[in-house]
């Protein structure tokens, strides 16, 4: 009897990194530090990609999402739950939006986010921004101006306008446009806030348009960038706003938030989502809105961005501190990659963007002051 050669089997881990992967294997986390498999420390000035907010492992965040976990682990919106209505209670309060429609990944909020202000207006344009993310699924990827090319032919009917170029948007506007979808900051691209006063501007042309302003505040929002939406600050109330990353604390959910008069438009039936809404999930969204609000978090992030920025901005090589709160682009005066890995060798984890001047800091709001210090000393002698 013969056997076939063994064929070399394909590794089980689709791994979409690939050299930009880190070369560190995290096994354990602990507030806003995480640990690697051979027990070294990291301070975690990244937060796995904006997201946790409230660090690693809170106390109340765990007992939140094992005590749903016994009581009732799923169930989908086929039926109400009081978890969900609590939440989607929480969420609306903390952000001033009407409704909220719970997903489970940003992108997911951004699609429905752009089906229901077609289907609103019954108009099929969205302008949307140059060097602006909204994530990888095909219709965000539509209205995402990097990475597209390599995915030919691009989803949707898209105008793209430079980013903070008020009078190239009002170009764009015209009786076709469905809404205009941007991040009030741009995260991805370098942490790049547009000129003052332009985010309202681009309120008043939608209004004046008739088309609807969509804010993607999937890495800006929920405390952030030191306020619950970061189109607050602008005293910008979007039609739509999406929200994710850190929602759940790390648990993996998202929400699509609206006025109720958008949310009049839509039908039952209209959308859906299996997890969406799920018990965990939902425990998840209201422990960490009550852990933000009972810490004062939000305030503790804008504090910590005026302390990083000030430290941090002294440092020769450091050109310029973007962005507030925990989430801040340090453009430096030289690519971030070698300077993101020798902060890595010594014990801090931060990122890199769009940009390949900028290193991104997305440290949890829990981050204590002492790390600030720490990480200032660190970035200064792998500057020198
Ligand atoms: C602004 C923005 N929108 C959407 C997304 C996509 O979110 P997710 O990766 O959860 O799908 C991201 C992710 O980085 C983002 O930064």
Sequence with gaps: MSVAPALPLPPPLLDNLGAAQ?????????????????????????????????GQGHPRWVAAIAAQAAKLSFCTTMTPTPVRDRAATALCAFTGMDVAFFVNSGAEANEAALKIARKATGRPVVVSMVKGFHGRTMGALGVT???????????????????????????????????????????????????????????AACRQEGALLICDEVQSG????GWPLLSMKEGVRPDIATVGKGLGGGFPVAATLMTEAVAATVQPGEHGTTFGGGPLACAAVEATLNILRDEGL???????????????????????????????????DRPAKPIQMALLERGFMCGTSGDPNVLRLCPP?????SAIGALAASLQAVLA
């Design 222 to 225: 929920i405390g952030r960038a």
């Design 22 to 54: 880190l070369p560190v294997t995290l096994v354990r986390g602990q507030g806003a530090r995480v640990f690697d498999d051979a027990g070294r420390a990291y301070w975690d000035f990244y937060g796995g990609h904006a997201v946790t907010m409230l």
């Design 365 to 369: 709001a829990v981050l204590p002051e």
């Design 298 to 332: 939000v305030g503790r992030a804008a504090r910590l961005g005026e302390l990083l920025k000030l430290e941090l901005s002294k440092i020769e090589g450091v050109n310029e501190v973007r962005g507030g709160g925990v989430w801040l682009g340090l453009v430096l």
């Design 145 to 203: 101006y990097k990475y597209r090319d390599q995915h030919e032919p691009a989803h949707g009917d898209v105008r793209f306008v430079p980013f903070g170029d008020i009078q190239a948007l009002r170009d764009a506007m015209g009786p076709d446009v469905a809404a205009v979808m941007l991040e009030p900051v741009q995260g991805i691209a370098g942490i790049v806030e547009p000129p003052p006063g332009y985010l309202a501007a681009v309120e």
